[in-house]
T-cell receptor
Framework: DGGITQSPKYLFRKEGQNVTLSCEQN?????MYWYRQDPGQGLRLIYY???????QKGDIAEGYSVSREKKESFPLTVTSAQKNPTAFYLC?????????????FGPGTRLLVL | AQSVTQPDIHITVSEGASLELRCNYS??????LFWYVQSPGQGLQLLLK??????LVQGIKGFEAEFKRSQSSFNLRKPSVHWSDAAEYFC????????????FGTGTRLKVLA
C-alpha cells in the first residue's frame, strides 16, 4: 500500500544535539511538507519542497533544516538552535503543489527534550 | 492576512446527537477549504474539501460541510455522531497566491458521551 512513513515514532534530544526526523513516501508525489503541532496552536508549516533539490522556508523555519535529494525522502533536522523543539512533527505530501490534489499526512514523530 | 478561526476548543456531544463544528476564514480570493480529522497521536485524514460549485460538500464517514461566502464560514456537520468520531478536527484554507500552502485552524476536540 502507498503511504507516508515517519520514523522514529518517539525521539529524545539532549541539549545541544541535532536530531533528524525521517519522512519517506511511495506515492510518487512531487510536493512534501513538514509541520509542527503544539497543543492549542494547530499545525504550523516549517519547510516545504515542491520538487527534488528545491525547498522553501515556511512560517517557522528558524532552528530547522531540510534536504530533498530524492523524490521519496524529505528529512527534517532539528538543530541545537531550536530552543523549544518539544512538539509533534508531521510530514505530508501532495501529488503537486496544486491545491485540488489531496494532501496526505504521515503518522507523526513526537520529539521530547531530555 | 489569511487566517482560519475555530472558535470552539472543545465540544462534547452524546452519541446519536447531531454535530456542528464551526470554522471561519479570512481570505481575499475564492478560498480552497478543507476539513481534516486527527485521532490521538496520529496523522491527519482528509474528511472533505471545497473548491467551487455546490456549496454543500459531502465527505467521508457521513460528514458534510457548507460553504457560506457571506459569512466566511465552512462549518462541518454530522446528523448522528458515533463514539468513534471522538477526535480533533482541523479546518484549513489553501492559499493560491505563491506558495499554495495550507493555513490551519487551531482545532476542535470532540468528545462523545455514550
Amino acid at each position: 500500500d502507498g503511504g507516508i512513513t515517519q520514523s522514529p515514532k518517539y525521539l529524545f534530544r539532549k541539549e545541544g544535539q541535532n536530531v533528524t526526523l525521517s519522512c519517506e513516501q511511495n506515492l510518487n508525489h512531487d510536493a512534501m511538507y513538514w509541520y509542527r503541532q503544539d497543543p492549542g496552536q494547530g499545525l504550523r508549516l516549517i519547510y516545504y519542497s515542491q520538487i527534488v533539490n528545491d525547498f522553501q522556508k515556511g512560517d517557522i523555519a528558524e532552528g530547522y533544516s531540510v534536504s530533498r535529494e530524492k523524490k521519496e525522502s524529505f528529512p527534517l533536522t532539528v538543530t541545537s538552535a531550536q530552543k523549544n523543539p518539544t512538539a509533534f512533527y508531521l510530514c505530508a505530501s501532495r501529488k503537486d503543489r496544486i491545491l485540488q490534489e489531496t494532501q496526505y499526512f504521515g503518522p507523526g514523530t513526537r520529539l521530547l527534550v531530555l | 492576512a489569511q487566517s482560519v478561526t475555530q472558535p470552539d476548543i472543545h465540544i462534547t456531544v452524546s452519541e446519536g446527537a447531531s454535530l456542528e463544528l464551526r470554522c471561519n476564514y479570512s481570505y481575499g480570493a475564492t478560498p480552497y477549504l478543507f476539513w481534516y480529522v486527527q485521532s490521538p497521536g496520529q496523522g491527519l485524514q482528509l474528511l472533505l474539501k471545497y473548491f467551487s460549485g455546490d456549496t454543500l460538500v459531502q465527505g467521508i464517514k457521513g460528514f458534510e460541510a457548507e460553504f457560506k461566502r457571506s459569512q466566511s464560514s465552512f462549518n462541518l456537520r454530522k446528523p448522528s455522531v458515533h463514539w468513534s468520531d471522538a477526535a480533533e478536527y482541523f479546518c484549513a484554507v489553501g492559499t493560491t497566491s505563491g506558495t499554495y500552502k495550507y493555513i490551519f485552524g487551531t482545532g476542535t476536540r470532540l468528545k462523545v458521551l455514550a
